[in-house]
């Protein structure tokens, strides 16, 4: 089959089974899976040159493993020192060890328990980063410890794909071949350091100065692809020659640029390759030998499974972090097939212990959003039903404010209280931010500030202000409720969400609210204004104007705000009103300078 004809078919199984992957809560990365099991020599045998096509579509690997090099930047690997070099090294290392155990007790020889141990033990990056990304978990508790795993699952890959070559049958020297293999690498670093600071900068300040930014792309391109044929030139990966390049960039003022303009590159590169991996896989294995198969994924799923809880719980990760961070990355990944093929090309083993791996491999990936799906539908849910987290205790005085909400907003309110030494006493109704908060040293309790019982074990009734900083409208709302009516002295200083919520609070009773990004709007609006040359007087002024135009805007509307065609009648007609106020005053001014000039 042509080039072209092949690319169809590529992109209408893709543009068939990625969405529907998607859409059914598994991910993009088994939906290319299953398109290349589906157009692959097992299944409807519309594309058969595997073995081309996989080679090709390697670039994909190349371009994440330089975007992973842009990442390292020194200060987030500090940042990150514990989850990466930490929790990532002890699952690398315990994973391995475990898995080589069980390779060699199924008869292989140690060196390639070694590579299977180790291959093994790595998680699909791209599989598991997507699926908390879709699922808005990243910046959760075992969403932040995933990244940092990968990350160091990711690292760790390099140094091994390069030293693949040493344990070649024909190898005379491993010694030899090692220390050679070594100094190879120190080279290539230190030319690339010396490449990157006067060849690669200077080169694209050029382009970004001279070129357009197609070019821009093509020159990120032809880094990428150039240090990975260097590499692959002197008998490293390519993926290493990218990775390094992508390190010496990562602290460049093009590093986002680049991140972006490879991303569609990497992602359909990416995309391709795994849809090649799907049309390798053996499923005639599945068939001859189900028994074997089903137990090596069943092993591989249980063995890293156990390890990543007992080290998430060794590292006191909080809630259903352990089994979530288990479940999740217990799979194979994509640097298994690439590391299993390599070792095949190396003749490590054989080419039927890799369609072996490959095939247990990309069924745990395929079984993975299915167990995802079932610890979030079925033992999540559970666990909510019956075994809530209990709420703190409130062993506090009566202070004279009290916060309800310490996310974002309530912790800058609590923060400036703190510095004027004045008590309060917090709560939040999310556990996970009350313990990101209390690792900060904040003292602030877990609790629904919406029951009457925690507010009266916070002593409400002796303090002077509530600030209602809840994010959640509902809450909010059902919580200014329950103060006003119980506490009615206590006067309400809300937070709100939007133009909204400050009706349905004021409808409550609550004098004082604030939109919470009124102000910060309106100070980047003026420092535009001023930016783009306007006196700086006239905008204070002019913002000034505008503010107590639409605050008596939001009391006037609150009438009507349950009307939507009055609301939008009467904003329709402020806007008007406000244009022909601020007409009139530009007209005053320019009257009042000629007035002025001739009085001079």
Not at 480 to 496: D, L
Request: glycine content about 8%; some cysteine; hydrophobic content about 50%.
């Amino acid at each position: 089959m042509n080039f072209l004809p092949q690319m169809l078919v590529f992109l209408i199984a893709a543009c068939l089974a990625v969405p529907l992957s998607r859409k059914s809560g598994f991910g993009s990365v088994l939906g290319y899976l299953i398109a290349g099991v589906v157009i692959g020599p097992w299944c409807l045998r519309l594309i058969t040159s595997v073995e081309a096509i996989l080679n090709f579509s390697e670039i994909g690997v190349v371009l994440l493993l330089f975007i992973i090099g842009l990442e390292l930047q020194p200060s987030r690997l500090w940042a990150l020192r514990r989850t990466v070099f930490g929790m990532g090294a002890v699952q690398v290392l315990v994973s391995t060890a475990l898995l080589t155990l069980a390779a060699r007790a199924l008869g292989l020889e140690l060196v390639p328990a070694l590579v299977v141990g180790f291959g093994l033990s790595l998680s699909s990056t791209a599989f598991v980063l997507q699926m908390l990304a879709e699922k808005k978990q990243l910046m959760e508790h075992h969403g932040r410890a995933a990244f940092g795993i990968l990350l160091f699952q990711d690292i760790a890959a390099i140094p091994v794909l390069a030293l693949l070559r040493i344990f070649h049958p024909d190898a005379a020297h491993h010694s030899t071949h090692l220390l050679t293999t070594v100094l190879t690498i120190i080279m290539v670093v230190a030319v690339s350091v010396t490449g990157g600071r006067y060849v690669l900068r200077p080169l694209f300040r050029f382009v970004m100065r001279f070129g357009s930014p197609e070019i821009f792309t093509a020159s990120a391109l032809l880094i990428v692809i150039g240090a990975g044929m260097v590499a692959n030139s002197i008998g490293l990966s390519m993926g290493l020659g990218a990775f390094i390049a992508g390190v010496l960039l990562a602290d460049s003022s093009y590093r986002h640029e680049l991140e972006a303009d490879l991303e569609p590159f990497k992602g359909l590169l990416l995309g391709l390759f795994f849809v090649a991996v799907g049309m390798s896989v053996n499923l005639g294995l599945l068939a001859k030998i189900p028994l074997i198969v089903i137990g090596l994924v069943i092993g591989l799923l249980a063995l890293k499974g156990g390890v990543l809880y007992s080290m998430a719980k060794l590292y006191k990760l909080p809630d259903a972090a352990p089994r979530n961070l288990a479940i999740e990355l217990a799979m194979g990944g994509e640097f298994a097939f690439v590391i299993f093929n390599s070792a095949a090309g190396y003749q490590i083993f054989t080419q039927s212990v890799v369609d072996l791996l490959n095939l247990a491999v990309t069924l745990s990936m395929a079984i993975t959003p299915l167990l995802v799906l079932f610890n979030e539908k079925i033992i999540q849910r559970f666990q909510k039903e019956h075994a809530p987290p209990a709420f703190d205790s409130i062993d506090e005085t009566g202070n004279p404010v009290v916060i309800a909400g310490f996310g974002r907003f309530g912790q800058v309110v609590g923060r400036v209280l703190r510095l004027k030494k004045i008590p309060f006493t917090a709560m939040d109704a999310n556990i996970e931010d009350v313990d990101v908060v209390r690792r900060y040293g904040n003292k602030v309790y877990y609790g629904d500030a919406s029951r009457l019982d925690l507010l009266r074990a916070a002593r409400v009734e002796h303090a002077r202000i509530f600030v209602l900083a809840i994010d959640d409208v509902a809450a909010s709302v059902r919580t200014a409720e329950i103060v006003r009516k119980h506490f009615p002295h206590v006067q309400i200083y809300a937070r709100a969400r939007n133009r909204h919520h400050s009706h349905l609070l004021t409808e409550l009773g609550v004098k004082i609210s604030v939109r919470e990004t009124l102000f910060s709007s309106l100070k980047l609006t003026e420092q535009v204004l001023e930016a783009l040359g306007q006196p700086a007087h006239e905008t204070r002024a002019l913002l000034d104007k505008f503010q107590r135009y639409d605050e008596d805007l939001l009391r006037r509307q609150h009438a009507v705000f349950r009307d939507e065609s009055q609301l939008i009648q009467t904003t329709k007609e402020a806007a008007e009103e406000l244009q022909r106020l601020f007409e009139e005053d530009n007209r005053s001014k320019a009257a009042a300078v000629p007035a002025a000039e001739n009085s001079a």
